[in-house]
C-alpha cells in the first residue's frame, strides 16, 4: 500500500469521525458551533462565519474550500472523492439550500462565485468542470450535468462505454428557473434568465430570456441586443 492510499485512508476516517460526532446533532448553538469548530479539520479550507446544517454528508471533504459565511442547509450530499485533482469551490456567500447533491467525480473542478444561491434538491454533476458565477439564482430541481454518456457501440453496456465532457460556464447574475436542466458544453451568458422546465443544449447570450426544450432565446433584456440576433 503505498503512501497515498495510506494517506486518503486517513483523511476519510478523521472525516467519518468527526461527522457521525457532530454531524446529526440539531441544536442550532451547539450544532452549528461544533461543526463549525471541528470541520476545519477536514476541509481544505474553511472561512469565518459559516453555517452547516445538520445531516450534511460530506465525501471527500479535503478537496472543499469554503469561503466566509456559506450556508449548507439539512440533506446536502457533497462528494468529491474520486481520481486526480478533485476541488469544490464555494466562495463567501454561497447558500446551498434544503436537499442539494453536488458531485465531482475525476478530475473535477466546480466552483460556485460570490453570493449565489442554489436552491433546494438542485443536482450538479461533473466530471467536466462547472463554474456558477456571481449572484446567481439557480432554482429547485434543477440538474447541470457536465457530462454525456457514449454509447455509439451496441455491443457494451453503455454504462461501460464512459463518458465525454467539456465543461459548463453560467456567468454572473443568471437566474435558471425551477425544474431547468443544463447539459454539457454549454455556457449560459451574463444577466440571462432561463425559464422554468427549460433544457439548455446551446449557449445562450448575455442577457437573454430562453425557454423551451431544447431552450431558445425569446426576447433580450437588452432590446438592441436582441435586435442584433434576430438580424
Request: charged share 25%.
Amino acid at each position: 500500500m503505498n503512501q497515498n492510499t495510506i494517506s486518503r485512508r486517513l483523511q476519510r476516517l478523521q472525516e467519518l469521525l468527526i461527522t457521525a460526532l457532530v454531524g446529526d446533532i440539531h441544536t442550532i448553538f451547539f450544532g452549528t458551533k461544533l461543526r463549525s469548530l471541528l470541520y476545519k479539520n477536514i476541509f481544505n479550507r474553511m472561512g469565518k462565519y459559516c453555517y452547516i446544517q445538520h445531516g450534511v454528508e460530506f465525501l471527500g471533504a479535503c478537496n472543499i474550500d469554503l469561503g466566509n459565511r456559506v450556508y449548507i442547509h439539512r440533506n446536502t450530499r457533497i462528494d468529491t472523492r474520486g481520481k486526480g485533482n478533485n476541488k469544490l469551490i464555494l466562495r463567501d456567500g454561497v447558500t446551498l439550500d434544503l436537499g442539494v447533491c453536488i458531485g465531482g467525480l475525476d478530475d473535477t473542478c466546480i466552483q460556485v462565485d460570490e453570493r449565489a444561491y442554489i436552491g433546494s434538491y438542485v443536482c450538479i454533476g461533473g466530471p467536466g468542470d462547472i463554474k456558477i458565477g456571481k449572484d446567481c439564482m439557480i432554482a429547485s430541481h434543477t440538474g447541470i450535468y457536465a457530462n454525456n454518456h457514449n454509447f455509439a457501440d451496441t455491443e457494451i453496456r453503455i454504462a461501460h462505454q464512459g463518458v465525454n465532457t467539456k465543461g459548463i460556464v453560467i456567468e454572473d447574475d443568471c437566474w435558471l428557473g425551477d425544474g431547468v436542466t443544463v447539459l454539457d458544453d454549454v455556457t449560459i451568458g451574463r444577466g440571462s434568465v432561463i425559464g422554468a422546465g427549460s433544457v439548455v443544449t446551446k449557449d445562450i447570450p448575455p442577457f437573454s430570456v430562453a425557454v423551451g426544450v431544447p431552450a431558445k432565446v425569446i426576447k433580450s433584456r437588452k432590446q438592441h441586443e436582441f435586435e442584433k440576433l434576430i438580424k
